[in-house]
């Protein structure tokens, strides 16, 4: 079965802490996303990857980190920098193409709190 | 402007209703467009995608206007089902970065 595989699918965290998301994917894709969601909000850009070993800051990168270094896995750190982390994360993977670019999927996402 | 603008809602209609939502988007050279559909507290689900003037997947239509920079989905003959939020996508180009741009969202209520 192909996918796109988050977990854990919630996760509490002490302040403080730092906690690393865990993104796979088994889809073969070039690129892959990080969003946060907030409730009744939208998805904002943190980081995105289209090829192994390369990472760019989306819109609000601040107090986070990731890395590339396997095509499948795209793990997200929250550190504590981030001060106001609680909120739903979303990891995505797309196909990229030449001229076009192609859908986006989603993991089921993980539902960060802070305690 | 925001690079994709949409109405919030929530859009309240009776089952059976058609209800159509539009989304602007700022940059004039994107090509492709997506409309995701999440249900409450679930990830997003491609819902149709739009390449050129529009498509359609039987009670769901997604017109594409260039000249005016957006894009619509309508709903015919809405089912309680329909009751979630729809995402407006538009891939970034031109812009330095190659990345997915959402909208917002916006909330569709169904009622019986």
């Known amino acids: 079965d192909g996918g796109i595989t988050q977990s854990p699918k919630y996760l509490f965290r002490k302040e403080g802490q730092n906690v690393t998301l865990s993104c796979e994917q088994n889809?073969?894709?070039?690129?892959m996303y990080w969003y946060r969601q907030d409730p009744g909000q939208g998805l904002r850009l943190i980081y995105y990857?289209?090829?192994?070993?390369?990472?760019q800051k989306g819109d609000i990168a601040e107090g986070y980190s990731v890395s590339r270094e396997k095509k499948e896995s795209f793990p997200l750190t929250v550190t504590s920098a981030q001060k106001n982390p609680t909120a739903f994360y979303l990891c995505?993977?797309?196909?990229?193409?030449?001229?076009?670019?192609?859908?986006?999927?989603f993991g089921q996402g993980t539902r960060l709190t802070v305690v | 402007r925001k690079e994709v603008e949409q109405d919030p809602g929530p859009f309240n209609v009776p089952e059976g209703a058609t209800v159509a939502f539009n989304c602007t988007y700022s940059?004039?050279?994107?090509?492709?467009f997506f409309w995701y559909r999440q249900d409450c507290r679930k990830e997003p689900k491609l819902l149709m995608s739009?390449?050129?003037s529009g498509n359609e997947d039987g009670r769901f239509t997604a017109q594409l206007n260039r000249a005016s920079q957006y894009i619509s989905l309508l709903i015919r003959d809405s089912k309680l089902s329909d009751s979630a939020t729809y995402l407006c996508?538009?891939?970034?180009?031109?812009?330095?970065?190659?990345?997915?741009?959402f909208g917002s969202g916006t909330r569709l209520q169904v009622q019986p």
């Open positions: 996508v538009v891939p970034e180009r031109n812009t330095g970065r190659r990345a997915l741009t």
């Open positions: 739009v390449y050129s």
């Open positions: 889809l073969n894709h070039d690129a």
């Open positions: 990857s289209q090829i192994v070993n390369d990472f």
């Open positions: 940059n004039s050279a994107s090509q492709s």
């Open positions: 995505a993977s797309s196909q990229t193409r030449t001229a076009l670019n192609t859908e986006a999927f």
